[in-house]
């Protein structure tokens, strides 16, 4: 499975974006899918995981309420949308794929990863 992560940009606090996620080969009966972000100097930190039906979802304390994982499965692309965009939320972020049945928030989890797209907000 390739991965292809598009939609970063620079976008001012308070705003949105939305990453697309494409995946090369049909994901939707076998891989649930996350995201990830590393900001400079920091480690990779889980932000949101959905599972491949759709059905679960799992977000991390800090984006709670803010970012919506979503998938569009006959597209082969997850999504994040990002709303109220904070600079903290500045960062590099990874899509993954994992077979897991689980929605797993560990990185160590994923088989599949996108190259990364770059989201910088400003102050």
């Known amino acids: 499975v390739q991965l292809q992560a598009s939609g970063g940009g620079l976008v001012q606090a308070g705003g949105s974006l939305r990453l697309s996620c494409l995946a090369s080969t049909r994901t939707s009966t076998s891989y649930n899918m996350g995201w990830f972000r590393q900001a400079p100097g920091k480690e990779r930190e889980f932000v949101a995981a959905?599972?491949?039906?759709?059905?679960?979802?799992n977000y991390a304390d800090s984006v709670k309420g803010r970012f919506t994982i979503s998938r569009d499965n006959a597209k082969n692309t997850a999504y994040l949308q990002m709303n109220d965009l904070k600079p903290e939320d500045t960062a590099i972020y990874y899509c993954a794929a994992t077979s897991g049945a689980r929605l797993i928030v560990d990185s160590r989890g994923y088989e599949y990863w996108g190259q990364g797209t770059l989201v910088t907000v400003s102050s």
């Open positions: 959905i599972r491949w039906s759709g059905s679960g979802t």
